[in-house]
């Protein structure tokens, strides 16, 4: 069967509900899925934040220090690590006014792979392109 | 793209749904997503109801709730889980819920 | 026939996503249909046995013994699940457990994918 595309669409904030972080701990299981999967088959998600779902990505996050759990932002900087292709709305960060630079990088862990700041038009070909889409 | 949207709220969900391109769209309304089907807010029908001819509400979560299919707008079709799995199978090639 | 895949995140008590996730699992199998069902999330509350059913709130193991006979294969992301203080001894016999590539290779193999969230 090969590769399958998926489209995760994250369109809630993140902290209060568990369901956008779920998102990216769900993408990032593609890395281990091979161990059931045939020769030959992958899954390749591509991690898309949209609407309310660019809330919550900044750079600067303290929920290990004041909450004892892991934040987005780690969780984001695991996603560039284990190359994940991780696109976030630019029409929706202008909308809330966060600028692009505010997103985080895991240049510190060896990533290469950065978050691109597309706009909309580029998600829909996301979904497009994806066998599956799932809303987050 | 044929596209097969569950729509399970009454207010939330318009904003993602007004952004998304298909050439084949379906908007199946259930759980408060029926209230779509069923109810005017200030006397006017949901502007779902205009996105696209392709219209379903979920019978059961219709009855639940007290109301009864003769509430439901003529655009939508009531459909019953049965209906809903042949909807996914064969009339779109991807399902959102939203 | 086809395989429909079901990401279920929402819990069983507290609103009735669950319900319908349950639903539609059922109704695809007996059309004949191929349905794997995973949990993660509040929903991975519901694998734990022994439930007792108030008519106040909807249950969920009578439903997930019946899914599991009709041959629906039913999987609980092991991590949610410790989480909330349930361990495997206490969980619905033939209830699977595993990490998140699990739901990934499901929907591999699968035709129809419907991932509903939790909130």
Known sequence: MGDVKLAFIVQRPQYKGETSRLAITHAIAYQTVEILLEDGDTVTPKLCFVGEGVLGLQKGQKAMDLYGITSTESHMKNTLLVDLDVLVCKEDLAKYGIPEDAMPDAEDMGADKKIQVVPFSEIQKVIEDSKHVLFF | ?98 | ?119
């Not at chain 3, 039913?74 to 699977?96: D, F, N, S, W």
Request: hydrophobic share 40%.
């Open chain 2, 1 to 98: 793209m044929k596209l097969g949207v569950f729509v399970s709220d009454f207010k939330l969900t318009a904003d993602t749904l007004d952004r998304l391109k298909a050439d084949k769209l379906g908007i199946i309304f259930v759980q408060n997503g029926v209230y779509h089907a069923t109810t005017k807010e200030n006397g006017k029908v949901s502007s779902l109801l205009d996105k696209t001819a392709n219209l379903y509400a979920l019978s059961e979560d219709i009855q639940i709730r007290g109301l009864k299919e003769t509430d439901v707008d003529k655009r939508v079709k009531v459909v019953n889980y049965g209906d809903v799995v042949d909807l996914i199978f064969n009339e779109y090639d991807k399902i959102a819920w939203l």
């Open chain 3, 1 to 119: 026939m086809a395989t429909l895949t079901i990401g279920c995140f929402p819990g069983l008590v507290g609103n009735m996503t669950y319900d319908f996730a349950l639903k539609l699992a059922e109704a695809a199998a007996n059309k004949g249909h191929k349905v794997n069902l995973w949990f993660s999330g509040n929903a991975t509350g519901s694998i734990k046995s022994h439930q007792k059913h108030l008519k106040d709130y909807s249950t969920g193991e009578k439903y997930l013994k019946a899914l599991l006979e009709k041959g629906v294969e039913i999987c609980t992301c092991e991590a949610c699940t410790v989480a909330r203080g349930i361990q495997k001894t206490e969980g619905i016999e033939k209830i699977q457990w595993n990490a998140m590539h699990w739901y990934l290779a499901k929907i591999h193999s699968s035709d129809r994918v419907l991932q509903i969230g939790g909130e």
